[in-house]
Structure formats: structure tokens, C-alpha cells
Nanobody, 124 residues
Framework: QVQLEESGGGLVQAGDSLKLSCQYS????????VGWFRRPPEKEREFVAA????????RYGDAVQGRFTISRDNEKDIVYLEMNRLKPEDTAVYFC?????????????????WGQGTQVTVAS
């Protein structure tokens, strides 16, 4: 049974950094890409970043390009999201999910095994 668990969220000030973790449980981690999405307050879920199964390809949403970095450790079955120069508009619940079709898509429909999410709050 595949499960994902996010951690590392918290309350920070604008300009600060945070590093989120997505721990994969189950078999076959190296067979899947993984994506991060977020859901800001009273808004729809939006794409943040995705990484291929080898880590050789990445993709970022326009709002985080140049500030966030996605990476993975295939020995530890973890995907990271390093977030720098955080802004109040980055406030959201952050989720990770398995990229089931390997396309690093920006829509949530290609992803599964969603985690419960971790709250990130950026104060101005």
C-alpha cells in the first residue's frame, strides 16, 4: 500500500525559507515521479512542482519558479521541496502525490496517493 506523508510546514516570516519533506511508504518509489501541489485559503488547488522518477527532470509552477527547488533521495524514498524567499501568497496547505503517468503534469488528475498535507503560513 502506497502512502505519502508531508512534513516540515510551519509559520514563517516573509523572506524566510522552509524545506518540506514527502515521505513515501510502500514499494516502487523509484518507479514514480512525484508532484507538489498547494491549496491557498479559499482557492483551488494549484501545481507547485514535480520531479521525474530519476530526478533528472523537474517542472515548476510560474508562481514559484526561481524560488522553490524540488529534489528527491531515492535511497530514503523522500521528495523535498525547498522554498526560499517566501511570500505571504505562498500561504497554503501543501500536498505531495505520485505522478501516475510520468508526465509531470500541472493538473491534479494525473496524480494519486495524495498525502494529508502540511500547512505553510507566511506572515508579512
Amino acid at each position: 500500500q502506497v502512502q505519502l506523508e508531508e512534513s516540515g510546514g510551519g509559520l514563517v516570516q516573509a523572506g524566510d525559507s522552509l524545506k518540506l519533506s514527502c515521505q513515501y511508504s510502500g514499494r516502487g518509489f523509484v518507479n514514480y515521479g512525484v508532484g507538489w501541489f498547494r491549496r491557498p485559503p479559499e482557492k483551488e488547488r494549484e501545481f507547485v512542482a514535480a520531479i521525474s522518477r530519476s530526478g533528472g527532470r523537474t517542472r515548476y509552477g510560474d508562481a514559484v519558479q526561481g524560488r522553490f527547488t524540488i529534489s528527491r533521495d531515492n535511497e530514503k524514498d523522500i521528495v523535498y521541496l525547498e522554498m526560499n524567499r517566501l511570500k505571504p501568497e505562498d500561504t497554503a496547505v501543501y500536498f505531495c502525490a505520485v505522478d501516475r503517468d510520468g508526465l509531470l503534469g500541472v493538473g491534479p488528475n494525473g496524480y494519486g496517493f495524495w498525502g494529508q498535507g502540511t500547512q505553510v503560513t507566511v506572515a508579512s
